[in-house]
């Protein structure tokens, strides 16, 4: 079955604390994106890649840092975490040219 | 910049009623794509239709539309005959095609359907 899986699905962490949030596609997709969604304000990009070892910000890339090592996984690095990270967190991938994004489940991460 | 508005947070409509979403966008870059999501309580993102900018018809998707006005810059979605299911998040988002690929959402429209 065609899927973006993202793990954890739900995570409490406390200030500081490194976590890393797994995503993992299996439809061969150059572009994988990491959006968070906040109330309000609908869903913001991170950092995409456009393909292996390339990667770029987002509208909000403070605070986090993305990898591309193969071609099917696209983990978001929070270093250390604070409260105002606390957000339901998306990754999505696409093939370059075609453009729709399949998305993960979401991960909803609170920052004690 | 780019830029995708939505204007209505929220909105009402009658069961098997048509109901028009509204979305505006800004790019000064003349290849793009348009793209409307649904998201249900339940959490999940589930794509529903696409406009690229050189179409020349309107998209359709079964009872959803996309109404394109280019020279507006706006990217209006229509359900025709509403139903209970369609209660949802529903986001609007832009893809451009150079320059780096980045996809922006607007902050969303609830619709409720009422019985």
């Known amino acids: 079955e065609a899927q973006v899986t993202q793990n954890p699905r739900y995570l409490i962490t406390v200030t500081g604390k490194k976590l890393t949030v797994t995503c993992s596609q299996n439809?061969?997709?150059?572009?994988m994106s990491w959006y968070r969604q906040d109330p309000g304000l609908g869903l913001r990009q991170i950092y995409y890649s456009m393909n292996v070892e390339v990667t770029d910000k987002g509208d909000v890339p403070e605070g986090y840092k993305v990898s591309r090592k193969e071609k099917r996984n696209f983990p978001l690095i929070l270093e250390s975490p604070s409260p105002n990270q606390t957000s339901l967190y998306f990754c999505?991938?696409?093939?370059?040219?075609?453009?729709?994004?399949?998305f993960g489940e979401g991960s909803r991460l609170t920052v004690l | 910049a780019q830029k995708i508005t939505q204007t209505q947070p929220g909105m009402f409509v009658q069961e098997k009623e048509a109901v028009t979403l509204d979305c505006t966008y800004d790019?000064?870059?003349?290849?793009?794509?348009l793209f409307w999501y649904k998201q249900p309580s339940s959490g999940e993102m589930i794509f529903l239709i696409y406009?690229?900018?050189?179409?020349?018809q309107n998209a359709t998707e079964g009872r959803y539309s996309l109404n394109f006005q280019k020279a507006r810059k706006s990217a209006n979605l229509v359900i025709s005959a509403s139903q209970l299911g369609d209660s949802a998040m529903y986001f609007c988002?832009?893809?451009?095609?150079?320059?780096?690929?980045?996809?922006?959402f607007g902050a969303g429209t609830r619709l409720f359907v009422k019985a």
């Open positions: 790019t000064s870059d003349p290849s793009y794509g």
């Open positions: 988002a832009m893809r451009t095609n150079t320059g780096g690929f980045k996809t922006i």
């Open positions: 439809m061969n997709h150059e572009y």
């Open positions: 406009q690229g900018s050189y179409d020349q």
């Open positions: 999505a991938s696409s093939f370059l040219f075609t453009g729709e994004l399949f």
